[in-house]
């Protein structure tokens, strides 16, 4: 019974860590654009930079750039569970085999 809890506990972080790392990397790329738009002579290219991944997010979102996060997000935690679930697998065969 502890083997499945452990895998519970594993799988649940992976998704919560997958789902959240997106998020963190947005924003901190979209903060660190908006922090160097106050350099002079570089309003405009930040400015373009930040509109296009705002862009390439709505486009994921149905017009919405949050509700594209959101989607890239959940697909991130569904791929991190998957690999979650894989590793255990191998770990079990790898155990049984020895």
């Known amino acids: 019974m502890t083997i499945f809890t452990n895998f519970l506990r594993s ?8 789902f959240v790392a997106p998020m963190f990397l947005i924003g901190a790329v979209l ?3 908006s922090l160097m ?5 570089l309003e405009e290219l930040t400015e373009a930079i930040a509109t ?7 486009t994921f979102g149905s017009g919405t750039s949050l509700r594209g996060l959101f989607v ?3 697909t991130c ?3 991190g569970a998957l690999f979650d679930m894989y590793a255990y697998y191998r770990c079990q065969i790898l155990r049984i085999d020895s």
């Open 72 to 74: 890239i997000s959940l």
């Open 77 to 79: 935690s569904f791929v």
């Open 52 to 58: 296009q991944i705002l862009h390439f997010l709505a």
């Open 11 to 18: 799988l649940l972080l992976t998704i919560i860590f997958s």
């Open 31 to 33: 903060l660190f654009l």
């Open 37 to 41: 738009g106050y350099f002079p002579g």
